[in-house]
């Protein structure tokens, strides 16, 4: 039996066991590194040298590609495929390439940020980014049957009396996937939740938006030109920031992913402890927050607790 085969068969029978983007992820580097090694090479013959010859040939998804192919290793032993579990001989090299830190944006950067695409139409769409936290599919994936408005004493209003709020409530549910043209469910249970918006700009910017369109409960908070029941491509916003980055002279390209870290980031120098951010950001535990996102600050931990921030969730 080939080994991809036996990659392509396990696969199909954790469809059940795996999310949907974690099977897309897991198919995508099949088809990009394990095919074109492997080959037609059969089981009986896959050898420790070479499945270590595979990962040191790794230069990108390393980390992944790794987990992966134990995985499978793994199950090759239990069902008696072959005669040691080779998984626990493989270890992973020194870096294969160098990998640029996470950096968040300053103070300063963001304005300037915010400042270059006002005249941009999607500028309220990457203003509730940088002040929510929201993965990009979560945002594509909004309708406005998904916001609720309330006061400051925690009422709920129409979107009418946008001018009472002092925080907007994104329910998420779903996230949309731009291959298929569909909604599905998020990633983890973890990420169904309630997002919390307090910036008043962005609110102010969602209620215009809404009253100037007029759209329906069930269309999409970023509505596509082009399809009716679409939202805006994931590729029209990554461009937006790629030209940002060029206009701006930014020492990093942004990517939607960005407004994530950078919301996230600040937050941390601003106070905001790391359960409520778990619970914001929609991960199953809070060690990503201080050893992933904590990092991007660097050492301009004291500029940014001294200036009080108004952008970032508290």
Request: glycine residues 2%; aromatic residues 12%.
């Amino acid at each position: 039996m080939k080994y991809l085969d036996y990659i392509d068969t396990w696969l199909k029978y954790k469809e059940s066991e795996y999310s949907f983007s974690t099977l897309k992820t897991y198919k995508g580097l099949i088809n990009k590194h394990f095919r074109p090694f492997f080959k037609d090479r059969q089981i009986e013959d896959l050898t420790r040298l070479e499945l270590q010859n595979f990962i040191n040939t790794l230069t990108t998804s390393q980390k992944v590609c790794i987990v992966l192919l134990k995985k499978t290793l793994k199950e090759l032993y239990y069902d008696e495929l072959t005669p040691k579990d080779f998984s626990s001989q493989l270890r992973r090299p020194p870096k294969a390439h160098v990998t640029k830190p996470k950096q968040a944006l300053t103070r300063e950067q963001v304005e300037q940020l915010f400042e270059y695409l006002k005249p941009n139409r999607w500028y309220y769409l990457i203003r509730l980014l940088f002040t929510s936290g929201l993965r990009i599919g979560e945002a594509l994936a909004l309708q406005w049957s998904d916001v609720l408005w309330y006061t400051k004493d925690h009422s709920l209003v129409h979107q009418r009396e946008y001018d009472q709020c002092t925080y907007v409530v994104l329910k998420i549910t779903k996230t949309f996937d731009e291959h298929q043209c569909t909604n599905h469910e998020p990633k983890t249970a973890f990420s169904i939740r309630d997002v919390i918006v307090t910036d008043p700009t962005t609110i102010e910017l969602l209620a215009h938006q809404w009253s100037a369109v007029g759209y329906l409960e069930n269309s999409y908070i970023a509505q596509s030109r082009r399809c009716s029941n679409q939202p805006v491509s994931r590729v029209a916003i990554k461009n937006i920031f790629r030209k940002a980055t060029e206009a701006l002279e930014l020492p990093f390209v942004l990517t939607p992913h960005h407004a994530r870290l950078n919301y996230t980031s600040h937050s941390l120098a601003n106070g905001v402890s790391e359960k409520n951010l778990q619970a914001q950001l929609g991960h199953s535990n809070s060690n990503l927050i201080r050893t992933v996102y904590g990092k991007a600050i660097g050492n301009r931990l004291e500029e940014l607790i001294d200036k009080p921030n108004v952008y970032y969730f508290r």
